[in-house]
């Protein structure tokens, strides 16, 4: 069992293998709707699978969801399509929201935050970090969309998923501010309360700003404020 969902965990990672501006992901789904329904013995007839060659485009980490979905109302005579397109959408915000715009993020300034002892262990951090969500949904995702059908969303619910990027955007102010006094700390500017003033202006600045305009852009205004802290008290 553990064996096939891996087998399909790296097949859905082929689902943007044929995207183009005509049906998006819709023959990445396509394919993924065709594989499970013969691993799983289905029966449902190939034409009914290649009318799914259409239009479709979600987060390609939530993408399993959709298909368990999918099937789940398929077999139990409902209509798959509309869940289909609703759960698309939704997931598609959801998911640019927690992992470009929230797991990203936090992951690389952990990475930044372990590089200043090891490089190495913080290359492989920030890689186990986004991938354990990224891969954990993708590995269980078909299970929970067909277990719960056009109610999948309950399972967000109780998850909680829509707070995760609140969360993950705290941990990552509040891990940027702990970068912030590392520098300060490595340059010998321990006990001057004057740099520690400066440089957490200086941060909440750029925050200030960087959220203003796109939280994704929070690294670069940051990063840019900590380089003129820098420049300015001679580090």
């Known amino acids: 069992m553990k064996l096939k969902k891996i087998k399909r965990l790296l097949k859905s990672l082929l689902l943007q293998g044929n995207w183009n501006y005509e049906n998006m992901q819709g023959t990445g789904f396509a394919f993924m709707l065709d594989e499970i329904n013969r691993e799983e013995s289905f029966n449902i007839p190939d034409s009914v699978i290649k009318r799914e060659l259409t239009y479709f485009n979600t987060h390609p980490f939530l993408l399993m969801f959709v ?101 993950f955007d705290a941990i990552t102010s509040f891990l940027l501010g702990f970068i912030l006094v590392m520098i300060i700390h490595k340059n010998g500017f321990d006990g001057n309360i004057s740099i520690y003033a400066s440089g957490i202006s200086l941060f909440l600045l750029g925050t200030f700003l960087a959220k203003k305009i796109d939280l994704i852009y929070s690294f670069v205004a940051i990063m840019f404020f900590v380089f003129l802290f820098k420049v300015t008290v001679g580090v």
């Open 67 to 167: 298909v368990g979905v999918w099937f789940r109302e398929f077999l139990d005579k409902g209509d798959p399509d509309q869940y289909k397109k609703i759960y698309s959408s939704a997931f598609g915000a959801l998911g640019d929201s927690f992992f470009w715009h929230a797991l990203r993020p936090t992951s690389f300034v952990i990475a930044v935050l372990f590089s200043f002892y090891n490089p190495f262990i913080a290359l492989i951090l920030y890689l186990f970090f986004f991938n354990f969500f990224h891969f954990y949904f993708l590995y269980n995702g078909f299970d929970i969309g067909f277990q719960y059908g056009k109610e999948t969303i309950k399972w967000f619910n109780k998850i909680l998923f829509n707070r995760w990027s609140e969360y």
